[in-house]
């Protein structure tokens, strides 16, 4: 095997180590809170991509970089891992990460608006495939139902809103990494910067003390770190030295994947019409990406 497809296949493990995130946030939250569990995890997976990279000082990193990445990473992992963490069941935290999963078809979009991305006719399909797959799952049991789908929301509007909020920070924080990052990495230091947000929020929490008495609970809490820490360092050494356009493409069936794990982890039964939705949620973001795939591509970051 090559140095490039050893490098290549490093970069898919972060494609499943991510899809994993869903379901073992979840879990950690469940029986820690949702500040409480998203700290202990981010707090975790902060001293795991320390313990692989090191804390590079900060005058290597761009100051605009530093700012400006720091802040869009740390909102973009608040709001994937809270919407999760205040999810009613398992079914619902599901169903929310979907919406997180708009944010490879938007970080397109949004490079052609703002990036100068040069794009063909599919991008028209592959804009609007996502939002009726996005339509379709959240219409439950009923698919394209937009009474369901308007109930499911009312249901629980702030997991469904720092989901779909998540989702146009992280396509913001690719476009700032591109312009601004001058090829340096500082997610080591925007991890450490996220733990202590959401120290910071579970302290003025109504939460109770941290209860961690299982070995299954410090699992999952090890678990979910892991997913995240190595997950980024696995990707980064993808992106660098093996195949750029096939981990892109690999990437966009993250929410299938993510789903089925979720579905195992969670022990909930997702629908014929749930799997038709995220289909469309990633075949929508595949046109998006066959419709720029030939030109210079200005798509350096992908995540979970």
């Known amino acids: 095997m090559t140095n490039k497809n050893r490098a290549t296949l490093i970069g898919f493990s972060a494609i499943l180590l991510w899809s994993s995130l869903v379901g073992t946030i979840r879990i950690v939250c469940e029986n820690l809170g949702a500040y409480g569990g998203v700290a202990v995890i981010y707090s975790a997976a902060s001293v795991i991509l ?49 919406l997180n999963y708009l944010w490879p078809t938007l970080t397109i979009l949004f490079a052609i608006a703002f990036n100068n991305q040069k794009a063909n006719f599919l991008i028209i399909p592959g804009a609007i495939l996502p939002v009726i797959g996005i339509s379709w799952v959240l219409g439950g049991d009923q698919g394209l139902n937009p009474m369901m789908m308007l109930a499911n ?41 996220t733990a202590i947000i959401m120290w910071v929020q579970y302290a003025f929490s109504s939460e109770p003390a941290l209860s961690i008495n299982s070995f299954s609970l410090i699992l999952y809490s ?82 979970q």
């Open 222 to 303: 090890f678990l979910a770190a892991f997913a995240i820490g190595v997950g980024y360092a696995a990707w980064n050494y993808g992106v660098f030295y093996g195949n750029v356009t096939i981990l892109a493409g690999a990437s966009y069936f993250i929410p299938i994947i993510s789903a089925f794990l979720s579905s195992i982890l969670l022990n909930v039964t997702l629908t014929y019409s749930f799997w038709q939705g995220t289909g469309l949620v990633c075949f929508g973001a595949m046109l998006c990406w066959l419709a720029t795939r030939n030109k210079k591509s200005h798509l350096k970051e992908i995540k």
């Open 50 to 98: 320390l313990l692989i990279f090191g804390l590079k000082t900060i005058r290597h990193i761009p100051k605009r970089y530093l700012f400006w990445g720091g802040l869009l990473f740390a909102s973009y992992e608040l709001c994937f891992s809270l919407s999760i963490g205040f999810a009613n069941n398992g079914r619902q935290a599901v169903e929310v990460s979907m």
């Open 153 to 193: 929301i009312q249901d629980n509007p702030l997991s469904y809103a720092l989901a779909f909020i998540g989702s146009l920070i992280w396509a913001s924080y690719c476009m700032v990494t591109v312009k601004l990052a001058d090829g340096k990495n500082g997610v080591a230091l925007f991890l450490i910067f």
